[in-house]
T-cell receptor
Framework: GAGVSQSPSNKVTEKGKDVELRCDPI?????LYWYRQRLGQGLEFLIY????????KSGLPSDRFSAERTGESVSTLTIQRTQQEDSAVYLC??????????FGPGTRLTVL | QKEVEQDPGPLSVPEGAIVSLNCTYS??????FMWYRQYSRKGPELLMY????GNKEDGRFTAQVDKSSKYISLFIRDSQPSDSATYLC??????????FGKGTRLHILP
């Protein structure tokens, strides 16, 4: 079956604009995660969904960041009023248990 | 003290050598330990996972967990240039959040 997919693969935007990133998890995976990875850095946890509820939003860097998930399917990560420090690769992962996560290819966001 | 520490490297070894990658951690409650491999401009892919202490082998890869020392290792035998990537350790103690190391960049020299 298909793996985790993310769109767009690349996004260039101007400072101050809003962006929406999409993640399609593996079918049947109840858990979904968003991470941010800055150039040459490790993974920074943003938010976790179990079904369509988000028990852990502790990683969202500011109130400009929000995410939602429809059922156990697609999730969108929205960044409002983008800043240059938001430039990074945004990775989505899904899981059917608590310890094996399958990652998508990421969305490379560049804020000019 | 950070929850998970991992030397960022880079680590360069000649082809065919045995590679040892390591992480230390501070939280004794961690139960599941994972290793991910990430190629440039790709998402991480799960290589191996281990529950609690002990060894696990999969082909050229061996994962080792020493909970008494709070230390985990990944060994790669007969290393190949295609093993060149960033290796991230990860661990979890509850069913909602995985803590990742920052990754070690590995270069296998032909």
């Amino acid at each position: 079956g298909a793996g985790v997919s993310q769109s767009p693969s690349n996004k260039v935007t101007e400072k101050g604009k809003d962006v929406e990133l999409r993640c399609d998890p593996i079918s049947g995976h109840t858990a979904l995660y968003w991470y941010r990875q800055r150039l040459g850095q490790g993974l920074e946890f943003l938010i976790y969904f179990q079904g369509n509820s988000a028990p852990d939003k502790s990683g969202l860097p500011s109130d400009r960041f929000s995410a939602e998930r429809t059922g156990e399917s697609v999730s969108t990560l929205t960044i409002q009023r983008t800043q240059q420090e938001d430039s990074a690769v945004y990775l989505c992962a899904s899981s059917s248990d608590s310890y094996t996560q399958y990652f998508g290819p990421g969305t490379r966001l560049t804020v000019l | 003290q950070k929850e998970v520490e991992q030397d960022p490297g880079p680590l360069s070894v000649p082809e065919g050598a045995i590679v040892s990658l390591n992480c230390t951690y501070s939280n004794s409650a961690f139960q599941y330990f994972m290793w991910y491999r990430q190629y440039s401009r790709k998402g991480p892919e799960l290589l191996m996972y281990t529950y609690s202490s002990g060894n696990k082998e999969d082909g050229r890869f061996t994962a080792q967990v020493d909970k008494s020392s709070k230390y985990i290792s990944l060994f790669i035998r007969d290393s190949q240039p295609s093993d060149s990537a960033t290796y991230l350790c990860a661990m979890t103690y509850r069913d909602d959040k995985i803590i990742f190391g920052k990754g070690t960049r590995l270069h296998i020299l032909p």
